[in-house]
């Protein structure tokens, strides 16, 4: 006889155990309390983001999964590769072209070039072609500039600092002293208590990267949070993505109320939980130019005893000097009580060298958890104020020479040209019939949209006229930051606008390319990771040589 127990009664008994009147009170009690959790879940999600959002949520990551089940097949998946690859190569032709008769060095050449040959082929990679002129001031936002005079002083204090690096203070000196001196110009602009600390850093995003690190530290050794949550507007800047990514933070983002697209700071307050490191606010905002409600957020921190940092790498050097140039404002830094850290791009409006910021702290006690230490490396004891060991002084000494030269008079000016600049160009897009312009921008950042025609079309069609402008999305719109050399070319640039917006009316039937036909298919497709994909192909392609 088998000792195996036939299939029938291996059945026949597990359905008696299963309808056994004490596994069904089991199975009631776990049924209910994964209702309660996702139930919670799902109250806390409508709490947060309100029912439309909520339902937009579900909507894309249902039809997310529909997706890719659909392309999942056979046919289907290879046909998208097939496009995916093709896009990808494209895009690749135009950021890499492989010229004939142009050049491609590949390995060290066995002879070194001499200085004549290096700056002639220092100049032919300066001369490539490009249909963007940065120089004639259409160009929104990236170059930062304070004029040829200002760069020649910024281009000399670079030569003669050009060896030099902060991780040796014992040898050079001079350069730690500028290190320390550009951070404490900038918590005096600020408004910064006397016990504030801060670091410079290479730019925006490692400084916010550093503001979440502290703050992870500092929760998880003075309140013993092992699961850190961060609260922070969905118009923030991706560098909180990449810091919760980096860091392993939940990043919760709130919706910004339609109307004067600022933060919902109530839904900021129905976020927070025992988990929660922080919230954050922009000063303003890269996509729309707008300052979040700074001192009701600032005010929510200090009550819940949490971390409010304030993105202020945008507005800079134009944010402080708002009211001294005739300019409304409203609070944002330090002399708010609940601010606890603001990071400043000193290499955007305060003209300097590109790969320099600033990230402030209230306290040099917040400021110690951004630091690293390894006390026990057997290369000895090593310790580092922020991301990098290394660092380039050159870049410090131009941040320096920047600030100097400039000083508060000179930002002063500035601001004055720059936001003028902005109100100018964000009162002609308001007399314009198709367009409108989002929120009520205080600062550099102008951002429109329109209602009748698609705004990347209207984009694609101001490249044709030598703008380069920025393109966000969710909800669609084209933005443009004044820099020093948009000031002279505002009027230029509402004609342009105004030729280009009548050229679409006058095609209804026109295919959309270019931005418009990424920004599209980019809508379309509910399953991110196929743009994810051609996001890294543009990656690739920049290193391809």
């Given at each position: 006889m088998?000792?195996l ?56 990551v ?20 097939a ?37 002639e ?120 993505d ?24 109530k ?49 800079s ?61 057997t ?7 922020t ?14 020479a ?17 936001v ?28 429109f ?6 705004v ?24 443009i ?26 095609e ?10 990424i ?19 543009f ?7």
């Open positions: 088998s000792s127990v036939s299939p029938r009664k291996l059945i026949e008994f597990t359905f008696v155990l299963l309808n056994s009147p004490k596994l069904i009170h089991l199975k009631n009690f776990i049924f209910i309390l994964v209702l309660y959790r996702y139930g919670s879940m799902l109250l806390s999600k409508i709490a947060v983001q309100g029912v439309r959002r909520t339902c937009i949520d579900f909507y894309l249902i039809g997310g999964a529909v997706f890719r089940l659909i392309t999942s097949a056979p046919g289907a998946k290879g046909k998208i590769q496009e995916l690859d093709k896009t990808i190569r494209e895009l690749e032709e135009k950021i890499a072209p492989k010229e004939p008769g142009v050049p491609r060095y590949l390995s060290l050449p066995d002879v070194g070039f001499s200085d004549t040959r290096i700056r082929e220092l100049k032919r990679y300066q001369d490539m072609d490009s249909d963007v002129k940065w120089e004639d001031g259409r160009v929104s936002g990236a170059v930062y500039h304070g004029g040829k005079d200002h760069s020649k002083i910024l281009n000399e204090a670079y030569s003669i600092f050009s060896v030099s690096n902060p991780l040796h203070p014992e040898v050079f000196p001079g350069i730690r002293k500028m290190d320390a001196e550009v951070v404490a110009m900038v918590l005096d602009m600020y408004h910064a208590p006397t016990n504030a600390g801060g670091t410079t850093t290479s730019g925006g995003t490692e400084s916010i990267l550093m503001a979440c690190k502290a703050y992870r530290d500092w929760a998880r050794k003075e309140k013993g949070i092992t699961e850190p949550e961060m609260v922070v507007p969905e118009t923030i800047h991706a560098a909180f990449k810091a919760a990514g980096y860091f392993g933070i939940k990043i919760i983002k709130i919706p910004i109320d339609p109307s004067g697209y600022r933060v919902d700071t839904a900021v307050s129905r976020a927070i939980n025992k988990n929660t490191v922080m919230i954050a606010g922009s000063a303003p905002n890269f996509p729309h130019g707008i300052i979040d409600d700074i001192p009701t957020l600032a005010a929510i921190a200090k009550k819940r005893n949490i971390g409010m940092h304030v993105d202020c790498c945008l507005g050097f134009l944010v402080p000097f708002l009211e001294e140039a005739g300019f409304p404002a409203q609070p944002f830094d330090f002399r708010l009580d609940g601010v606890t850290s603001i990071s400043c791009d000193t290499h955007k409006y305060g003209f300097a060298p590109k790969g320099s910021s600033v990230i402030m702290y209230r306290t040099k006690s917040l400021r110690k958890y951004q630091y690293f230490f390894c006390p026990d490396w290369g000895g004891i090593y310790a580092s104020p991301i990098a060991g290394s660092r380039p002084g050159a870049l410090i000494a131009g941040c320096w920047s600030l100097m030269r400039m000083g508060r008079n000179g930002y002063i000016d500035a601001t004055k040209k720059i003028g600049c902005a109100k100018i160009i964000g009162a002609g897009i308001r007399q314009m019939d198709e367009l409108f312009v989002y929120g009520k921008p205080l600062v550099s950042v102008v951002a949209g329109s209602k009748t025609l698609n990347y079309d209207i984009s694609d069609k101001m490249s044709t006229k030598g703008w380069n402008l920025n393109s966000m999305q969710n909800p669609p719109a084209v933005h930051a004044c820099t020093l050399l948009t000031v002279d070319h505002a009027e230029q640039f509402l004609q342009d606008l105004r030729e280009s917006v009548n050229e679409i009316k006058s209804p039937n026109r295919k959309s390319s270019g931005t418009a036909a920004y599209g298919m980019a809508a379309s497709i509910p399953d991110k990771s196929i743009v994810n994909e051609v996001a890294c192909g990656l690739d392609a920049l290193y391809s040589a």
